[in-house]
């Protein structure tokens, strides 16, 4: 087996309701018309086929994530009900806050064997070659636009001539708002102002008339609207069209996990499927599972930013190149990809399908 046994984190046991099956389609509704009970037994509870060989076929693994991330709750969900150890795996996390160069530089060397994080981070180091490959979508709704009223922006033209305060210049809000303003008519290097603020100073910053809109993630945004009285006005998601129906976060693995064990690699993308939509059917007992994982988050915000999230939202297969595709031609427009960069060709050889193509629930 190409991976040694190591020590997985050691978590209090949780009490959760019985896992379910997803119910999850193909884009193109085949699924929903054959019904639950169609679903494939690679992707049903119990008919994991791989899993119950036996412990001779278990895998450890150690697992990337960053557990302050409220959207990566479903990866803590896997490991405290089970649904990981049921799909042959034994998980172990490194809570991981680097930059995202690092983290697929750990993958590609296999000092970590999977990761989650976000696609916009993730593609312009993907095409300097790393080798990781990108396994599965997994929702989307991360990242918020929202305008300081007293600025005078009550629409997204209105931020022409403006500055947008972000966290830092490379964070995940700055990359995919400068596409979404790109398509909007609006130059995200030309029209707009881009500064960065310590998170805590952000608010500060939008109330001293130093930026007039803010572009980052939750559950920082909306502690600075609860903070205003009412002061923010939201302008855009990454699930504003056309991005209603794309995921922003994906999980990737090394290549040569890929290569030397594929059948893991399939089990912990159908794994963390699984996780999601039970996530999506039990919001309040994940709240309570991610809750002890970060102390930054209350359970009651984590109820609430769990509606902004599309949560059966985790592409795969076919649909899972058509997204990576599609972004990276916003990348290519916006002149991140390099000129030459065939976005079709390039989602051709980062996304690689390991399971029966599962989409959304619809």
Aim: glycine share 8%; proline share 5%; with cysteine.
């Amino acid at each position: 087996m190409h991976h040694q046994t190591k020590e997985a984190q050691t978590k209090e046991a949780v009490t959760a309701p019985a896992v379910t099956a997803p119910v999850a389609t193909t884009r193109r509704g085949v699924l929903k018309a054959m019904g639950t009970a169609a679903l494939s037994p690679v992707l049903a509870l119990g008919g994991n086929v791989w899993a119950q060989a036996g412990a001779s076929r278990r895998v450890s693994l150690n697992f990337a994530w960053n557990q302050n991330a409220f959207c990566f709750t479903p990866v803590a969900v896997a490991q405290e009900t089970g649904i990981f150890s049921r799909n042959g795996l034994d998980i172990g996390f490194v809570n991981y806050a680097g930059s995202t160069d690092q983290l697929l530089e750990a993958l590609a060397t296999g000092k970590a064997d999977a990761a989650v994080g976000m696609i916009h981070r993730w593609l312009k180091p993907l095409e300097s070659g790393f080798d990781v490959k990108i396994v599965a979508g997994l929702h989307g709704g991360c990242e918020r636009l929202i305008a300081y009223k007293p600025s005078g922006i009550t629409r997204l033209a209105d931020l022409r001539g403006k500055t947008i305060g972000v966290p830092n210049l490379s964070d995940p809000g700055k990359h995919f708002f400068s596409v979404y303003l790109k398509r909007n008519g609006i130059d995200p290097d030309r029209d707009v102002t881009w500064l960065a603020y310590q998170p805590d100073l952000l608010g500060l910053a939008a109330e001293k008339g130093e930026v007039h809109a803010l572009a980052t993630s939750d559950p920082l945004l909306y502690r600075i609207e609860q903070d205003s009285n009412g002061a923010y006005l939201e302008l855009a998601t990454n699930t504003s069209p056309p991005y209603h129906d794309k995921t922003c976060c994906i999980l990737g693995v090394g290549g040569a996990l890929l290569r030397d064990n594929r059948p893991a690699v399939a089990a912990l993308a159908r794994a963390l499927v699984e996780a999601y939509e039970w996530t999506a059917a039990h919001i309040d007992d994940a709240a309570q599972i991610f809750h002890k994982y970060t102390t930054k988050i209350s359970l009651d915000e984590l109820r609430l930013l769990y509606k902004q999230l599309t949560l059966h939202e985790h592409p795969t297969g076919t649909d899972l190149r058509e997204q990576i595709a599609f972004y990276a031609q916003d990348f290519k427009d916006l002149g991140v990809l390099k000129p030459g960069t065939d976005p079709r060709r390039f989602a051709e050889n980062i996304a690689v399908s390991v399971l029966d193509e599962v989409h959304r629930h619809q």
